[in-house]
Nanobody, 121 residues
Framework: VQLVESGGGSVQTGGSLTLSCVASADRDSDYCMAWFRQRPNSEREGVGIFDTDGTIDYEDSVKGRFTITKDNAKTTAYLQMTSLKPEDSAMYFC?????????????????WGQGTQVTVS
């Protein structure tokens, strides 16, 4: 599975951004897709998950502000971010896996995109 993120950029506090993650995978296979972020000198942390059964979950600090969706073809996942704060600044990564019970753990995922930078000032 190859993942390519896009949509990062610089915004002011309170602004919005939408990140996209295009997955190239066997369409007969189903993958859960997650978003992670990593700040300098920090571990990669889970932001949210779109599981194979349609379950969606978020890290507490982004609940109510971030929304994860996935297109019907299951090839693209989106992370809509609103009410952005400076502490949301990080490199954002898309990840895919076939079992994502512990989705907040980076070790759960075998496939990663290259990341896209989000800066909120």
């Amino acid at each position: 599975v190859q993942l390519v993120e896009s949509g990062g950029g610089s915004v002011q506090t309170g602004g919005s951004l939408t990140l996209s993650c295009v997955a190239s995978a066997d369409r007969d296979s189903d993958y859960c897709m997650a978003w992670f972020r990593q700040r300098p000198n920090s571990e990669r942390e889970g932001v949210g998950i779109f599981d194979t059964d349609g379950t969606i979950d978020y890290e507490d600090s982004v609940k109510g502000r971030f929304t994860i969706t996935k297109d019907n073809a299951k090839t693209t996942a989106y992370l809509q971010m609103t009410s952005l704060k400076p502490e949301d600044s990080a490199m954002y990564f898309c990840a895919a896996g076939q079992t994502c019970g512990n989705w907040w753990k980076a070790s759960e995922f075998g496939y990663w995109g290259q990341g896209t930078q989000v800066t909120v000032s």
